[in-house]
């Protein structure tokens, strides 16, 4: 059975650093974009970054881009995303997601696949 699993989520103060992880099982996500999505209480999920499968093309949200870099290792089966320059308002709960394209796409019914989710939490 295919899982994602994130970790790294904690508790950071503004203008901190955090990396996310993803660790994929069960299949090969080599052949699939990845992405990150975030959901802030009372918001909708919303994308952050995404990237093909071959790591070759990444896109960000704008509100994080120069900020967040996505990257992958396809010989692990794992996601990562650098968050630095970290603000209060990238509080939220962050998943990993896989989507059966080797292109990237940032829409969220495209992904296919889903972690549980990391908490991040920024403070001021």
């Known amino acids: 059975q295919a899982q994602l699993v994130e970790s790294g989520g904690g508790l950071v103060q503004a203008g901190g650093s955090l990396r996310l992880s993803c660790a994929a099982s069960?299949?090969?996500?080599?052949?699939?974009?990845m992405a990150w999505f975030r959901q802030a209480p009372g918001k909708e999920r919303e994308f952050v970054a995404t990237?093909?499968?071959?790591?070759?093309?990444?896109y960000y949200a704008d509100s994080v881009k120069g900020r967040f870099t996505i990257s992958r290792d396809n010989a692990k089966n794992t996601v990562a995303l650098q968050m630095n320059s970290l603000k209060p308002e990238d509080t939220a709960v962050y998943y990993c997601?896989?989507?059966?394209?080797?292109?990237?796409?940032?829409?969220?019914?495209?992904?296919?696949?889903w972690g549980q989710g990391t908490q991040v939490a920024v403070s001021s």
């Open positions: 997601a896989a989507a059966a394209t080797v292109f990237t796409t940032i829409v969220a019914s495209d992904y296919h696949f």
């Open positions: 990237i093909s499968w071959s790591g070759g093309t990444t």
């Open positions: 069960g299949r090969t996500f080599s052949r699939y974009a």
